[in-house]
């Protein structure tokens, strides 16, 4: 699996980049976060922020959520096909499928289509886009050794998470250019195609089979395979204890997100004016998205230099107490430059746990298995923001002023924090998922930053 055997335990952004493949799944990775920055941003403002069209809160909230349900209801079923198809295979035909599924919903967007029909080529877009994320996951094992997992894993998210942020700004960009109406809309939703097609050509660089899998653990009828995958990731996932305490401690951060995005766009559409430097409406917006994407290239420095610190299970506790003194302190009052501070504090604390549980579900579950893991993974990052999105669109105001809101924002995050403690500590928990031994190394589930020096970056 590995291709290269460091020397140190930390390679660094130079010798990262020195390898190859890495080089190269990096470059597949941020192409398509580049498209799909430009396709959430383009066909979100052409509904949220289009004079020829209107939406309540409830509308608001659905143009949200479709945009992640196909990650929600897709993931099973990907999950499984990764753990059987060949990676590379799947990297190329589903950006290229993508990249037709964004032609067509931009042609819809200019036509004036209702906004159902923008919908549902939401989730066509979206829905094949769950094949490639969860398959550029499965595949970084292959490209980067096992002991730098964090390291690289660190670049490859954040400044991938900051790309997608670049191309969210692009739109904004290309809707003053093409103009907000519906063809303008259409112009700058089709711009995304070029992220899916720069994606497909540079993942043929790729050798057959050179991502993965590297073992089948499924049955041989694939339909069965795919019914079984969500089952199959939870019973990993569950195994591993480090494992399923993240995936409650980034529930929890999914959670309070869902309803701080929508109040922050109910806000930026109903209620902030321009106030100095600081824009309301669309460019607002845009501001919001920046200050997010400050948080997480800043997680990609500090994560390492925490876990190194205090320890993984420490750093997830303490970035999950500042995202619910963030959300107290700064989503409460609810005025312009406030909600940009939590937008970036919150952005911030989020990817922190993220990058951890990365990490873990990379070290602590076996490569047969690792796709559906991650698809599973997926799946709950994404369901927890559509259920919460939709249970705030229903109490929100329409100018998104919401005090309550935001301290069950704050709360989740409490929550958060007990259930992750609860569960790396539930009796009986198996040490770690039914995998290789090779493939679980102790200091993938140790908590001794002295005793896993190798996991850290440091």
């Not at 066509?124 to 490639?132: A, E, K």
């Not at 107290?328 to 312009?336: D, K, T």
């Amino acid at each position: 699996m590995a291709v290269l055997t460091p020397t140190d335990e930390r390679l660094g952004v130079r010798r990262l980049l020195a390898i190859g493949g890495y080089r190269r799944l990096l470059g597949a990775r941020f192409a398509a976060q580049w498209g799909d920055g430009v396709f959430s941003a383009g066909l979100g403002t052409a509904v949220l922020f289009n004079p020829e069209r209107e939406g309540d809160p409830v509308a608001v909230a659905l143009g949200l959520t479709v945009l992640v349900l196909p990650y929600s209801l897709l993931g099973p079923f990907a999950g499984a096909l990764l753990d059987r198809w060949d990676r590379r295979q799947v990297l190329v035909f589903a950006n290229l499928l993508r990249g037709l599924f964004v032609v067509s919903t931009a042609v819809l967007v200019a036509t004036g289509a209702p906004n159902l029909y923008l919908y549902l080529g939401a989730l066509l877009v979206t829905g094949v886009s769950r094949f490639v994320n969860a398959g550029l996951s499965a595949a970084l094992p292959h490209v980067v050794p096992e002991e730098n997992l964090v390291e690289a894993n660190s670049l490859a998210t954040t400044i991938g998470a900051g790309v997608a942020a670049f191309g969210s700004g692009c739109a904004i960009g290309l809707r003053l250019l093409f103009g907000d109406d519906n063809l303008g809309s259409g112009w700058t939703t089709a711009v995304a195609v070029l992220g899916s097609l720069v994606a497909a050509a540079v993942a043929l660089g790729f050798a057959r089979g050179r991502l993965g899998p590297d073992e089948v653990d499924e049955p041989a009828q694939p339909m069965t395979a795919v019914a079984r995958g969500l089952v199959d990731g939870a019973r990993f996932a569950w195994r591993a204890p480090t494992v399923a305490a993240g995936f409650a401690a980034l529930t929890a951060h999914r959670v309070a997100f869902a309803i701080s995005m929508l109040v922050g766009i109910l806000l930026y559409r109903g209620a902030f004016t321009d106030q100095g430097p600081f824009r309301a409406g669309v460019a607002g917006l845009g501001q919001a998205l920046a200050a997010g994407a400050v948080g997480v290239l800043l997680a990609a420095v500090v994560t390492p230099r925490l876990v190194v610190r205090f320890g993984r299970a420490a750093t997830v506790r303490l970035a999950l107490v500042f995202a619910a003194a963030g959300q107290l302190a700064l989503g409460v009052p609810m005025l312009i430059w406030t909600v940009l501070a939590a937008a970036f504090a919150l952005s911030l604390g989020g990817q922190v746990v993220k990058l951890c549980l990365d990490a873990e579900v990379q070290t602590s579950i076996g490569d047969e298995a690792r796709g559906r893991v991650f698809a599973l993974y997926d799946t709950i990052f994404n369901l927890s923001y559509v259920v919460a999105t939709v249970a705030a669109a229903t109490i929100v105001p329409a100018d998104g002023r919401s005090v309550a809101l935001m301290v069950v924002a704050a709360a989740a995050y409490l929550v958060g924090l007990a259930a992750f403690h609860a569960l790396r500590r539930r009796p009986g928990a198996a040490a770690t998922a039914a995998a290789p031994a090779a493939a679980v190394p102790a200091s993938a589930v140790n908590d001794d930053p002295a005793a896993r020096p190798d996991l850290t970056g440091r």
